[in-house]
């Protein structure tokens, strides 16, 4: 048994060296070489900007989701509106609003934190803060055109959050984030 609280805690063991592997058009990688506690050893982490997911839950309580290829993965995903964090330092909930219009053609009312993940901390930096928004308005033109490759079409679905819970026990949806946000609605709206 151990008796530390059941809380993530900050800390930082510290980096003797490092070794830049690899950057790209997002992130980059390196090669660090930690001291923990006596024990040196070489982690490659993904250095990620930092991202944001919108929870937008219309008057009815459906969700907002939209269809996306993921190239990784080798799939079109149904997920929540998301995106980087353009600049070090930028709002959270100013790129949350930002991603929700750009994805979806959609502006929020009310906005509320609903959760913050380390999405797959063994190997990335990369958080994410997920809002849920409330009190929609959908534009009657859709969503800007302002993406391409994978952003160029995203179809999207009003899901009850009773079939967007179900999709993701049986399967059906596994973005992560997704998955988080849902169950985490689910949970707040009892």
């Known amino acids: 048994m151990t008796d530390h609280p059941l809380v993530d805690q900050a800390h930082r063991f510290p980096v003797v060296g490092e070794e830049h592997r690899f950057t790209g058009a997002k992130w980059s990688v390196w090669s660090e070489t930690v001291d923990i506690d006596g024990h040196v050893v070489v982690r490659d982490v993904l250095r990620h900007p930092g991202a944001v997911a919108v929870a937008a839950v219309d008057d009815a309580g459906r969700i907002l989701l939209i269809r996306q290829y993921r190239h990784p993965v080798g799939a079109y995903m149904w997920e929540i509106p998301a995106g980087l964090l353009d600049e070090p330092g930028e709002d959270p909930l100013a790129c949350a609003r930002r991603e929700l219009l750009e994805e979806a053609g959609v502006t929020a009312e009310h906005w509320a934190p609903l959760l913050d993940l380390a999405l797959s901390p063994g190997g990335t930096s990369e958080r994410i803060a997920i809002f849920e928004a409330t009190g929609l308005h959908v534009d009657a033109d859709g969503r800007p055109h302002t993406g391409e490759?994978?952003?160029?079409?995203?179809?999207?679905r009003w899901a009850t959050l009773a079939e967007a819970v179900q999709r993701c026990l049986d399967g059906s949806i596994t973005n992560?984030?997704?998955?988080?946000?849902?169950?985490a609605l689910h949970a707040r709206r009892g």
Do not use: K
């Open 176 to 183: 992560a984030t997704a998955v988080a946000a849902i169950l």
């Open 149 to 156: 490759a994978e952003e160029r079409e995203l179809p999207q």
